[in-house]
């Protein structure tokens, strides 16, 4: 084995950076896309960190699927409280 991925490292940070964070959306597709990248730069060029990128893809595949069923399950309550805020 040789070094490790940084492109699979990336996919591990940002995996669980859009975690910390509200509206980590983007975060959490750039983790996945990171960690398909990892993945192949592990193939190809015989790297360490398969397992980094294959945690950075679930994390942002989790964050991706909690945010749509919170926006399912929510959504409506959410928007109907904006409308009490804003007065109309």
Do not use: Q
Not at 14 to 29: S, Y
Not at 67 to 82: Q, Y
Request: glycine share 14%; proline share 1%.
């Amino acid at each position: 084995m040789g070094s490790k991925s940084k492109i699979a490292v990336m996919a591990l940070v940002l995996g669980i950076v859009c975690f910390l964070n509200l509206l980590g959306i983007e975060k959490a597709i750039a983790a996945i896309i990171a960690g398909w990248l990892g993945l192949k730069e592990t193939e190809i060029e015989g790297k360490s960190g398969k397992r980094l990128a294959m945690t950075g893809i679930v994390l942002g595949s989790l964050y991706i699927v909690t945010i749509t069923v919170l926006l399912i399950l929510k959504g409506p309550e959410f928007i109907g409280m904006i409308s009490r805020m804003s007065g109309k």
